[in-house]
C-alpha cells in the first residue's frame, strides 16, 4: 500500500502562482508514474501532468507552458509549478500515483486550489 499526503492548495488571484507537493510513503519502490488530476465542479476528473521514471513528462494542452510537474525520488516526493494561474484552473487537485507494471493507483486526497479576484 502507498498513501499520498497533498499540500500547497489555496486562495490565489489570476496571474499568481501555487506549487502543489504530494508526498508518498509505504510501498512505493513499484511506483513509475507520478501526475496531477484535477476536478472543477460540474466536470469530469482530467490530467494535467504526469511524469514517468524516466523522467518524461506531459502535460494538458490547457497547461502547457504554465505548469511544470516534478519529482524527486529520493524523498518520494512529486511537485506542480503552477504559474499565471486562470480562474479556469479553480478545482480540486489530485495527486496520483501508480505502477504500470504491477497494475496499482494510488490517489490523494485532494487539495482545493481557488484562482479568484
Known amino acids: 500500500q502507498v498513501q499520498l499526503v497533498e499540500s500547497g492548495g489555496g486562495l490565489v488571484q489570476p496571474g499568481e502562482s501555487l506549487r502543489l507537493s504530494c508526498a508518498a510513503s509505504?510501498?512505493?519502490?513499484?511506483?513509475?508514474?507520478r501526475g496531477w488530476y484535477r476536478q472543477a465542479p460540474g466536470k469530469e476528473r482530467e490530467r494535467v501532468a504526469a511524469?514517468?521514471?524516466?523522467?518524461?513528462?506531459n502535460y494538458a494542452d490547457s497547461v502547457k507552458g504554465r505548469f511544470t510537474i516534478s519529482r524527486d525520488n529520493t524523498e518520494n516526493t512529486v511537485s506542480l509549478q503552477m504559474n499565471s494561474l486562470k480562474p479556469e484552473d479553480t478545482a480540486v487537485y489530485y495527486c496520483?500515483?501508480?505502477?504500470?507494471?504491477?497494475?496499482?493507483?494510488?490517489w490523494g486526497q485532494g487539495t482545493q486550489v481557488t484562482v479568484s479576484s
Open positions: 496520483n500515483m501508480g505502477s504500470t507494471w504491477a497494475g496499482t493507483d494510488y
Open positions: 509505504g510501498s512505493t519502490w513499484s511506483l513509475n508514474v
Open positions: 511524469i514517468v521514471s524516466g523522467g518524461s513528462t
